[in-house]
């Protein structure tokens, strides 16, 4: 799974082709903490057929603010550059992310 920061999160995400998941989070946000494991794991699940990616929103907020991601954790899919689908906040659950890729390979 590729951390990114606010230089790396467009020519990753944005300019990429092609479905990528992004893990937007924070030090802070316990709930992030708690999914970080699940999501990594999913990473090695589906990492052959979708790029996994996450961002620390501390240190990228005007970034995370231009996404839209007003409250943690958000795990957004964007394809070819646009956000197609997002989970927020009490939806982030271990089934519901595995779903959505689901729904998105």
């Known amino acids: 799974m590729l951390e990114l920061d606010k230089e790396t999160f467009e020519p990753e995400v944005l300019q ?5 998941f992004v893990d937007f989070y ?5 709930p992030c903490k708690a999914l970080m494991p699940v999501v990594e794991g999913l990473a090695e699940k589906y990492g052959d057929k979708l ?5 620390n929103t501390m240190k990228a907020r005007r ?11 958000v795990m957004a ?13 009490d939806d982030c ?3 519901n992310i595995e779903n959505m890729i689901k729904e998105n390979l």
Not at 16 to 20: D, E, H, L, M
Not at 77 to 89: A, F, P, R, S
């Open 26 to 30: 924070s030090d802070g946000c316990e």
């Open 63 to 73: 970034l995370a603010i231009a996404q839209k991601v007003l409250g943690l954790p």
């Open 77 to 89: 899919i964007y394809n070819n550059g646009e956000k197609i689908t997002e989970l927020v906040k």
């Open 16 to 20: 990429a082709s092609g479905k990528v």
């Open 93 to 95: 659950t271990e089934a």
């Open 51 to 55: 790029k996994f990616v996450k961002i």
